[in-house]
């Protein structure tokens, strides 16, 4: 099992939303000025007081699930390469949707930290199909590979989707450490930039023995509540103005959390 590189708690990851890749439909034909942006946003990141970053394909809608184009998983590796000799913070690698073999590989070729993972253990109803549970085919290339240093987080009944069956949230959690060899789980809301149920976070809080993180919904109004029952948050939404990070919405978010980390001692 992989330990996160965080050394304070709650540590917060900001996400860095890349723009629309090579091999997607909204692309626009300049990848210097996506990874140009990317580099900007992470190092703005950094600047605000985040602990780490997550890389991620969020604009390349429509997403493919189980493994992305080879354009964008080539454009992937290149920007986050090209981020990590900007930012001295751990580095996470996101590819939607749910391709998970992606995200290790580019992660183990860029000595990047972890990876974000959509459905480790269930089976989940989404916008681009169904997704199945991936933590055998996950835990076997990350054998293959030696990467054990490389964290998964692992989404429990994620976002944009809806698990086929009724398991309780707190039993999934138990499942993606137990059973799907996860490092950290993740409690969201239904859909980007929601609330998440503060009862869900209890539940898994309660319910495993790892850390729990945020993945949504997270500003400076209800921070200090939600994040007194977890180890760290994911945060993007709040963070941008018209796309791109904004260094004062970092700056304020990151002054309560430094208040809650003074309450902690």
Do not use: Q
């Not at 780490?52 to 394909?57: A, D, K, P």
């Not at 992660?107 to 549970?133: C, H, M, Q, W």
């Not at 990350?142 to 054990?148: D, G, M, V």
């Amino acid at each position: 099992m992989a330990k996160l590189p965080f050394h304070v708690k709650p540590f917060i990851i900001g996400m860095v939303h890349v723009g629309p890749l090579p091999g997607t439909p909204l692309y626009r034909g300049d990848l210097s000025e996506i990874i140009e942006n990317a580099i900007k946003d992470s190092k703005t990141l950094e600047e605000g007081g985040v602990d780490g970053i997550i890389i991620e394909n969020f604009n390349d809608r429509v997403y493919r699930t189980n493994r992305a184009d080879p354009a964008v998983i080539s454009s992937m590796t290149l920007i986050v390469n090209e981020v990590k000799k900007e930012v001295s913070i751990p580095i996470g690698v996101n590819v939607l949707r749910d391709c998970v073999l992606d995200s290790i590989a580019i992660a183990y070729v860029t000595k990047s930290s972890f990876i974000r993972v959509n459905a480790l253990v269930e089976t989940v109803d989404t916008p681009e199909g169904i997704l199945r549970p991936s933590a055998y085919r996950l835990n076997m290339y990350r054998s293959l590979l030696k990467a054990w240093n490389i964290a998964i987080l692992a989404d429990i009944h994620v976002k944009h989707g809806k698990p086929l069956t009724k398991r309780d949230i707190d039993v999934v959690a138990k499942e993606a450490i137990e059973r799907g060899l996860a490092d950290a789980v993740i409690v969201t809301g239904r859909i980007t930039g929601e609330a998440i149920d503060l009862n869900d976070l209890i539940k898994v809080k309660r319910a495993v023995n790892a850390p729990v993180i945020i993945g949504s919904g997270l500003n400076p109004n209800n921070v200090k509540e939600l994040l007194r029952h977890a180890d760290g948050a994911i945060v993007g939404t709040y963070f941008k103005v018209n796309g791109r990070v904004s260094i004062e919405k970092v700056k304020r978010f990151m002054n309560v959390v430094k208040e809650l980390r003074r309450e902690f001692g």
